[in-house]
C-alpha cells in the first residue's frame, strides 16, 4: 500500500490507487507529453483515513439517515455539508501525516501548486459530469497542500456528487478517491479542447482565455471558441469573446483582473498556436485510442497538457432533468452581489408597488365585466412574480450556503451549523408581525376588561387603541385564517385571530431568543480572523449571507401579498354572485373564480385533522430527522394541515407540519418545539424555531400522518429524534 | 394493511429468518439478568418460543415474574452495523408448554433448530411461549416504530 506516489511511479499504480485523472497523466508523461511537475497522494491514502478515524461510519450513518429517494436537494446539500466538515475537523492519522509531509517536503521547495481530485470511480461516462469534485488552484506550502487534500477527499461527498451518484456509481462503501498536486503554471492563454466535437464528429472544438484555465472550467469568464477540421487541421471559424478579464493567482488563491487594453482586442491563441493545440487534442485521442477533452496552458510558448479524459460523445442526461436547474444555483460571489443590487435595488421595491396599487383600487366600483379583467390581470401579476421567485430569489438564497461554506473553511467549529447563529437578528417581516400580535397580547394581559370583551366575543366595544392595532394588524398582515398574508375575509371575520390573541395573552410572552452580544463576539470571533483584504472579503461575505437569510422569509410574505390581492379580487366577485345569483352577474366573472380553482362560494373552513394512525397496529415511537434548532422540549403535537388548523394552536403545543411557510409562523411564539416533515437546516421552519431559541426537528418522512394531534412529543433539536409518547411501558 | 404495519412486520419476519439467537431478559426482586436463548416465531409474530433447562436461573426468575423482555438483531460485529443493524425489542408474558400443546411446539422449534432435537426432548428441558404484547422495531440507528400484538 503505498499512500504518496511521484509521478514516475505513477504507471505502475492502478486505476483503482491513482484515480483516472492521475492514470491519465501518468501515461501523457511517459508517452511524451509535457505535464507540469506532479506527485499523487494515492486513494489508498484516503482509505486508511477515513478507516482509521471511524470516518467511513460516520459517512454511512449521515448518508441512510433516511432513504435517499425521500431526501429533497436541501437534505443533500446539508449531508454534503455536514460530511465535508467531517474531513476538515479531523486530523489525519500520525503515521499518514508523517509520510505525506516527508514526502510533500522533499517534492515541494515552496512553489505554488494546484490540488486536484481524481476519483477512482471516474470512468468514461462518469468523467463526463465534470465539476463533481474540487480542484484548488494556487496553494502554498506543505500544511495547506495537505488541508486542501482533506477538502478534495470531501468533495467526494459533494451534492453534486450526490446527487448524480447513481451515474457516477458513488458508493460509500467502496468509493475512493486519489489526489494530484501539481505545480502550478500561470501561463498566458489556457483552454479545453475537445479532440472531437460531440456534435460533429468531422471536427475540434477548442475554447482558450487568457491567464489560468480555472477561470474557463468554472464558467467565470466567456472564451474564444475555435471549430476545426480533422482531417486538414484547417481552421472552420473562431467565435470571439467579448474579453474583459483574466484569472490570475493571488495572495491566495485566485482573483479576477481586467484584461490590458491590447489583449481586449486579440484572441488569446494565434494561428499557430490553434494549429498546435489542435495537433495536441489528435495526438492525445491517438495514444489514448479515444476521442479526448485536454485541458491545457501555453507559458513562454511551451503548451502544456494539464489533464485529459475521454469524451463522450452523447451528452449526459444532466440536461433533461431538474438536478442542472439545481446545480445552477451554485453562483458565484461576484454574481450574487449583482443578484442581491437587482433583488434589493429593482425588484423588491416593484413587487411592494404592485401590491400597493393593487391593495389602493376600490374594486366595489368596477363593473362585472372589469372585475372580471381584473382578476385576469392579478393572475397574471401573480404569475409573473411567481415566475422571478424562482429564476431571481431562490437562486439568491445561496449566498447563505457560500457564506457556510467559508465559514466552515476558515473556523473549522465542530458544529457545521455554527454560521447560522452569525445570520440571526436580521430584521424579519414574520418577526415584525409577531411582534405586532404580541402587541396586542400584551394589551389584552394588562386589561381584564378587554379579555373579558374578547371571550364575550364583544371586540367592537374594545379599546380604541386596541381596535386600531387591530385593524392596522389585518390591513398588513390579514386576519391569518388564510394561508396567504393579506387576506382579510378568509374566516369572515377576526374571531380566529383574537382567538390567537387571547391564547397568547394567557401566557408569558416568548421573546426573540437571538442575544445580540452573543452575535457580535461570534462575530468578531470570525473576523477578527483575517486582516486587511480577506477581512473586508469576510465581512462582505457575511453581509451578503445576511441579506439572503432575510430575503429568504421575506419574499414568501411579499409574494403572499400580491395572491392576497389576487384573492381579494376573487372574493368581491364571490360576493357579488352571492348577492345577485349566478344568472344575474356577467357570465365572465363565474368563469374567472373556476378558473383559479375555487367554486362560486368559498367553501367553510374545514375542521382540524385528527386522523392519524389509530387503526393501525403500528406506532410511532422514535423518528430520526435532522437536528435544526437545538434543545429539547415536550408537548401535545398539533398537527397542521392547512391554515385553519393554527387558529386552533394552544400555548405549549408541538408544531407539526409538512412544509412551514413564513405565512404560517405566527404561532410559534406559542409553540414549544417544531418538526417538519421538509427537510433542511435553512428552511423556514428551522429558521424561526432558531429566532425564538425554540427545538426544531425537520426531514421527519411522514410525520404528519405517523403522530395525531394530541400525541405527546419529545423533540430532540441536538440530535435530531422525536419520540411519541412516555417512556413507562403499559 | 396500512404501508406502515407492512413495512414494520415484513422487516421482523426477514430478521426472523436470519437470526437464531436473541436475548432474553428476565428479573427476580428487582435484578436484571440476561440469557442467549434460541428462538423461533409463529407465522402471526404473536408467540416467541425458546427452550430451556429447568435448572437454570432465567427458569428461576421466569416462575417468580413472567414479564420479559426479549431482543433480536442483524449485527455482525462490524463498524457498519451501527446505520445498517436492525434490532427488535418484543415485550411480553411467558409461560412453559406443558401436555399435549408441548409435541407440536417441540416439532414447531426444531424446524428452526433441528440441531437441539436432544436437548429440547430431555425430560428436564422446558420449552417456553413468549405472549407477545409488543415489538419495538429499531433501524437507521435511532428509528423506532411500535408494533402492537395485543
Known amino acids: ?730 | 394493511m396500512h404501508e406502515n404495519t407492512r413495512y414494520v412486520e415484513e422487516t421482523i419476519r426477514k430478521l426472523f429468518q436470519i437470526q437464531k439467537l436473541g436475548v432474553l431478559s428476565t428479573q427476580n426482586s428487582g435484578q436484571p439478568y440476561a440469557s442467549l436463548v434460541a428462538f423461533v416465531a409463529d407465522e402471526e409474530l404473536a408467540h416467541l418460543y425458546f427452550a430451556t433447562a429447568r435448572t437454570t436461573r432465567k427458569y428461576h426468575n421466569l416462575e417468580t415474574d413472567p414479564r420479559v423482555a426479549m431482543l433480536m438483531d442483524s449485527r455482525s460485529n462490524l463498524d457498519s452495523d451501527i446505520h445498517e443493524a436492525v434490532a427488535v425489542t418484543a415485550i411480553g408474558t411467558a409461560s412453559e408448554i406443558r401436555g399435549q400443546d408441548k409435541s407440536h411446539g417441540v416439532n414447531f422449534y426444531l424446524s428452526k433448530h433441528p440441531y437441539l432435537q436432544d436437548f429440547v426432548r430431555a425430560e428436564s428441558c422446558a420449552l417456553i411461549r413468549i405472549a407477545v404484547k409488543t415489538y419495538y422495531l429499531v433501524s437507521r440507528f435511532q428509528q423506532v416504530m411500535e408494533l402492537h400484538i395485543s
Open chain 1, 1 to 730: 500500500m503505498k499512500w504518496i506516489v511521484s509521478l514516475e511511479d505513477m504507471p505502475e499504480q492502478t486505476h483503482l490507487t491513482v484515480g483516472g485523472k492521475g492514470a491519465a497523466l501518468a501515461f501523457l508523461a511517459k508517452s511524451g507529453f509535457v505535464i507540469p511537475k506532479t506527485l499523487c497522494v494515492t486513494a489508498d491514502s484516503y482509505d486508511y483515513f477515513i478507516t482509521r478515524t471511524g470516518l467511513r461510519e460516520r459517512i454511512l450513518l449521515e448518508l441512510s439517515r433516511k432513504d435517499y429517494n425521500d431526501m429533497r436537494w436541501e437534505e443533500i446539500w446539508d449531508a454534503s455539508l455536514r460530511i465535508r466538515s467531517m474531513f476538515l475537523t479531523q486530523q489525519i492519522p500520525e503515521d499518514l501525516s508523517t509520510q505525506l509531509h516527508q514526502a510533500l517536503s522533499s517534492w515541494h521547495s515552496n512553489e505554488a501548486v494546484v490540488v486536484r481530485s481524481s476519483a477512482s470511480d471516474e470512468d468514461a461516462s462518469a468523467t463526463s459530469f465534470a465539476g463533481l469534485h474540487e480542484s484548488y488552484v494556487n496553494i502554498h506550502g506543505v500544511e495547506s497542500i495537505i488541508e486542501h487534500v482533506k477538502l478534495v477527499w470531501a468533495s467526494l461527498w459533494s451534492d453534486a456528487a450526490l446527487l448524480y451518484r447513481q451515474e457516477i456509481g458513488l458508493d460509500a462503501d467502496k468509493s475512493r478517491m486519489a489526489v494530484i498536486v501539481q505545480k502550478l503554471i500561470s501561463g498566458q492563454s489556457s483552454g479545453v479542447v475537445f479532440s472531437t466535437n460531440p456534435t460533429d464528429p468531422s471536427q475540434l472544438v477548442m475554447e482558450s482565455i487568457y491567464g489560468l484555465n480555472q477561470g474557463l472550467v468554472d464558467g467565470l469568464l466567456e472564451p474564444d471558441r475555435w471549430l476545426v477540421d480533422r482531417s486538414n487541421l484547417r481552421i472552420l471559424s473562431h467565435t470571439e469573446a467579448h474579453r474583459e478579464k483574466m484569472l490570475v493567482p493571488a495572495e491566495l488563491g485566485t482573483k479576477v483582473e481586467p484584461l490590458s487594453k491590447e489583449k481586449t482586442s486579440k484572441p488569446p491563441l494565434s494561428r499557430e498556436d490553434v494549429l498546435k493545440v489542435a495537433d495536441l487534442a489528435m495526438r492525445a485521442e491517438k495514444v489514448f485510442g479515444q476521442p479526448q477533452d485536454v485541458e491545457w496552458t501555453i507559458k513562454d510558448g511551451k503548451l502544456i497538457v494539464l489533464q485529459s479524459r475521454p469524451v463522450t460523445m452523447l451528452e449526459p442526461s444532466r440536461g433533461e432533468d431538474e438536478r442542472t436547474w439545481y446545480l445552477s444555483l451554485r453562483r458565484s460571489f461576484e454574481s450574487l452581489k449583482n443578484l442581491r443590487r437587482k433583488i434589493e435595488h429593482e425588484l423588491i421595491p416593484a413587487m411592494v408597488r404592485e401590491a400597493e396599487h393593487m391593495a389602493g383600487q376600490n374594486l366595489k366600483t368596477l363593473s362585472d365585466e372589469a372585475l372580471s379583467k381584473e382578476i385576469g390581470r392579478r393572475k397574471a401579476v401573480e404569475s409573473k412574480w411567481n415566475a422571478i421567485y424562482w429564476e431571481e430569489y431562490i437562486p439568491f438564497a445561496h449566498g447563505v450556503r457560500l457564506f457556510g461554506q467559508f465559514y466552515n473553511d476558515t473556523v473549522r467549529p465542530i458544529d457545521p451549523y455554527e454560521f447560522v447563529g452569525l445570520l440571526g437578528a436580521t430584521e424579519m417581516e414574520s418577526l415584525a408581525r409577531n411582534r405586532m400580535l404580541e402587541e396586542m397580547a400584551s394589551m389584552v394581559r394588562s386589561n381584564r376588561q378587554l379579555e373579558e370583551q374578547l371571550v364575550n366575543g364583544e371586540y367592537l366595544s374594545a379599546d380604541q387603541s386596541f381596535l386600531d392595532l387591530l385593524h392596522r394588524f389585518i390591513e398588513q398582515f390579514g386576519d391569518l385564517s388564510c394561508a396567504v398574508t393579506g387576506v382579510v375575509q378568509c374566516s369572515q371575520g377576526p374571531e380566529g385571530l383574537l382567538r390567537l390573541v387571547r391564547e397568547m395573552a394567557a401566557h408569558p410572552a416568548q421573546q426573540v431568543s437571538t442575544n445580540s452580544k452573543e452575535i457580535e463576539s461570534l462575530k468578531n470571533g470570525f473576523l477578527n480572523r483575517f486582516s486587511d483584504e480577506k477581512r473586508l472579503l469576510a465581512e462582505e461575505l457575511l453581509d451578503l449571507a445576511r441579506a439572503s437569510y432575510r430575503l429568504r422569509d421575506d419574499d414568501n410574505i411579499k409574494l403572499a401579498r400580491i395572491e392576497a390581492q389576487k384573492l381579494t379580487a376573487i372574493q368581491e366577485a364571490e360576493s357579488r354572485i352571492m348577492e345577485k345569483g349566478l344568472d344575474k352577474v356577467a357570465p365572465g366573472l363565474a368563469d374567472e373564480i373556476s378558473a383559479s380553482g375555487r367554486t362560486a362560494v368559498s367553501s367553510p373552513i374545514t375542521p382540524t385533522h385528527e386522523a392519524g394512525m389509530d387503526d393501525e397496529k403500528v406506532k410511532p415511537r422514535q423518528l430520526r430527522g435532522q437536528p435544526a434548532g437545538p434543545g429539547i422540549a415536550r408537548g401535545p403535537a398539533r398537527i397542521i394541515k392547512d391554515a385553519a388548523d393554527l387558529l386552533a394552536f394552544k400555548h405549549g403545543e408541538v408544531l407539526i407540519c409538512d412544509a412551514v411557510d413564513p405565512n404560517m409562523t405566527f404561532v410559534v411564539p406559542l409553540a414549544a418545539a417544531i418538526v417538519e416533515r421538509r427537510g433542511g437546516m435553512l428552511i423556514h421552519g428551522a429558521i424561526i424555531a432558531r429566532e425564538y431559541g425554540l427545538p426544531c426537528v425537520t426531514g421527519l418522512s411522514g410525520v404528519i400522518d405517523l403522530i395525531k394531534t394530541g400525541d405527546l412529543v419529545t423533540v430532540d433539536g441536538f440530535l435530531g429524534v422525536v419520540t411519541v409518547g412516555s417512556a413507562e411501558l403499559k
